[in-house]
């Protein structure tokens, strides 16, 4: 039973229905096949030619998504060693040369980068301070009307400029898609 929990399915895209598999890790628990399809209709569904950030990746549900449907490029940052190999080899598997695995500490990714993103998706462990600490480095990283995608547990939300354009919640999780509002 273990071996069916630690694997996510892609719901849509050119890899729909292809299954990433993950090592189990604590505090690893992919965004599921609801929530993923509400944010990919709110960002319209096709991200063609866009740069994403995945930080926090985990099991990599939201940046192999990104890449199924069309994203130029997708950075999958996760600091766990074993997490960031079967990332690489999810992305072997499916021939995402367009994935970039970045093996660290999210925070220090985001102080040492030099390049921008178009979207964002965080999802760090609920119980932690690392959505904040994650957006206030957020801005110089992001290129013009980039967006946001935060889940958690507690309800976390993006102080100003940020401006939410979507929130949901399923069960006790909340999420949203936001953008810096100038």
């Known amino acids: ?108 990714y985001l102080d040492r980068c030099a390049e921008r993103f178009d979207v964002v998706f965080l999802d760090p462990p609920y119980a932690s301070d690392l959505a904040l600490r994650a957006i206030e480095r957020l801005e110089p990283r992001l290129n013009p009307g980039a967006r946001v995608y935060l889940e958690s547990a507690g309800g976390a939300e993006p102080p100003a400029p940020w401006h939410a354009l979507r929130q949901d919640r399923a069960g006790t999780v909340r999420y949203g898609l936001y953008e810096i509002q100038r």
């Open 1 to 108: 039973m273990a071996a069916a929990r630690n694997r996510v399915r892609i719901v849509g895209g050119r890899w729909r229905s292809r299954v990433i598999r993950f090592p189990p890790a604590e505090q690893l628990r992919p965004t599921p096949d609801r929530v993923r399809e509400t944010l990919f209709n709110w960002l319209g569904q096709r991200l063609d030619g866009l740069a994403c950030l995945d930080l926090f990746a985990g099991s990599g549900a939201l940046g192999f998504e990104a890449l199924s449907r069309g994203a130029a490029r997708v950075v999958l940052v996760e600091g766990d060693r074993a997490v960031a190999a079967a990332l690489r080899q999810s992305a072997k598997l499916l021939g995402a040369k367009d994935a970039e695995v970045v093996v660290g500490d999210a925070i220090s």
